[in-house]
């Protein structure tokens, strides 16, 4: 089934518990943390230390997307803090087997990112060992940006890898996922699928999530229906 991963990031910060506790009630099943430190992407974000007070206002999973260089060194503090799920960019991994592995030891389910002008060929070693694969759909740093449409074929690309390695790994998808674009990232194979602007807006967040969430099951729906 497919998931929500709502980003906090659009959240408002100063009642973030409130924010989580809300868009949970419309459905969201997974707390999506970016995490940015200024050199790999242009921007400053979140660190262990907002991670470990997520962890005590929520029981949601927590996903942390490392947008930052040298993300060995900091793995350990973001399990200790509470982080269920870490991802790491393949740009940003001298040893990627080795960052995924670390990850793994540390109790948390290991991902592996991919910017939009890198290709999906360039992580199929690693697939036997993630649990997720996370497609950004924009160019990582900044959240409210327009989805990138190719990312649908990689999307795609990926779906058609896992039947034929047969894996299971999730695909999930971060980038300009909203009401009207969510519909073909689930249909080319994504479930988990990343949303803060499209969750946190206009004082709605709860009937936004739930909204989101009725138009990618209805693509969901679809999808197996075609299958």
Known sequence: ???????????????????????????????????????????????????????????????????????????????????????????????????????????????????????????VEVLPMVHYVLVMSVNPGFGGQKFLPRSVDRIRHLARLRQEMGLNFRIEVDGGVAHDTVASVVEAGADMLVAGSAVFQKGRTEENARDFLRVAREAEALRSFSA
């Not at 991963?5 to 959240?11: D, G, H, M, N, R």
């Not at 996903?63 to 960019?89: K, R, T, W, Y």
């Open 1 to 123: 089934m497919v998931e929500l991963a709502f980003s906090i990031l659009a959240s408002d910060f100063a009642h973030l518990a409130d924010e989580v506790a809300t868009a949970e009630r419309g459905g969201g099943t997974i707390v999506h943390v970016d995490v940015m430190d200024g050199h790999f992407v242009p921007n400053i974000t979140l660190g262990p230390p907002m991670v470990k007070s997520l962890r005590a206002a929520t029981t949601l999973p927590l996903d942390c997307h490392l947008m930052i260089e040298n993300p060995d060194q900091f793995i350990p503090a973001f399990a200790e803090a509470g982080a269920d799920m870490i991802s790491v960019h393949y740009e940003a991994c001298r040893h990627l087997n080795r960052s995924l592995q670390l990850i793994a030891d540390h109790k948390m389910l290991p991902g592996v990112v991919i910017n939009p002008a890198t290709t999906v060929e360039n992580i």
